[in-house]
DNA sequence: TCCCAGCTGGACAGGTTGCCCATCGGACGG
DNA sequence: CCGTCCGATGGGCAACCTGTCCAGCTGGGA
């Protein structure tokens, strides 16, 4: 029935879905909801650890809350051969949460965060202010209307 | 001590790594690890969820496991007025992961996942087939070299 | 100096976890 | 058609953890 290759199905979504929901609530409370046996929730759940579709179960922290409200995205030219160089400085930058390489002539992706729209100019002296980075374009996010999100995409991926 | 304004500590920065390292750990077991009282462990977790710094302990899903390996971020240009319907369109597609609106006249960021390089098409179709955005330009994101994170971010704001 | 918020250590009942087992059912290959 | 295999079930067990009290201590601010 199940093997490595298959997607979830539609238990495991629903479990995705509840514990995201509420995820104070334990094994047993989720086996009542779903109206399933406890050893099938922890079975499904380990499966789902094991197959990497759940990754954890870490805080998440809300960077606003924080101090550092103002996010914006970089896009980076890197010249050639200083690839390596420049993740290693980018990654050393707290305020640098996600890099992405992309599509395009030695470009990157980063996002990032600051205290305050003056406070950006500071991040972002500090992240370009590096050799190997020819030019940087940055747009400030105003606002959020879909913050990351994944549900949909689990129950499209559940419902087939 | 402590007002609604403060910042966090360092003892909330090493509960917050630790559950980010561990997120089985129960609460018992961090006043072990932090060398603190139970009850200290507990109030610190309710003022970092109340103040929202913690926003939950949702599990962290993967997309990639999920048959979504393909990342890419779009950027569209929205004709003036348009931005309320683009939204709700944005936000009915499983595909969109997150939106936001940035700086530039009408724009707005789009990270999207797609199944394969080609099923990449068929998202980006369906996510520009509205009326009201103007031009979408993507890039796909080849690598990940610093995925999201908000620890080191964490730390320097608990280190102050 | 007093006051107060925060931390401590302890206690309690109740619920939950991790783990074991025997059984049942459907899917599959022979 | 039958045997095998795997997942789900329901039950039970000891150990543990949670939520919630409490009294006492300490350090900093008024």
Same mark, same amino acid.
């Given at each position: 029935?199940?093997?490595?290759? *298959?997607?979830?199905? $539609? ?25 399933? $046996? !406890?050893?099938?929730?922890? $079975? !499904?759940?380990? !499966? ?26 970089? @896009? ?8 390596? *160089? ?14 992405? @390489? ?23 002296? !500090? ?30 991926? $559940?419902?087939?």
């Amino acid at each position: 029935m199940h093997s490595l290759n *298959d997607s979830i199905d $539609a238990l495991d979504g629903k479990l995705i879905r509840l514990l995201s929901d509420e995820p104070r609530i334990g094994v047993l409370e989720c086996s009542r909801r779903l109206q399933v $046996a !406890r050893g099938t929730v922890q $079975a !499904r759940l380990d !499966r789902l650890q094991t197959k990497g579709v759940i990754g954890g179960f870490g805080p998440q922290v809300d960077p606003a809350a924080l101090g550092y409200p103002v996010t914006a995205f970089a @896009t980076l030219e890197i010249s050639q051969g200083q690839g390596v *160089d420049v993740r290693a400085h980018l990654s050393s930058v707290p305020e640098v949460l996600e890099l992405h @390489t992309i599509t395009g002539q030695g470009d990157m992706l980063v996002r990032i965060v600051a205290r305050s729209n003056a406070d950006l100019q500071r991040v972002i002296d !500090r992240v370009v202010g590096f050799d190997g980075i020819v030019r940087a374009s940055t747009a400030i996010a105003l606002e959020n209307p879909v913050p990351y999100r994944v549900l949909p995409l689990v129950e499209q991926a $559940a419902g087939e």
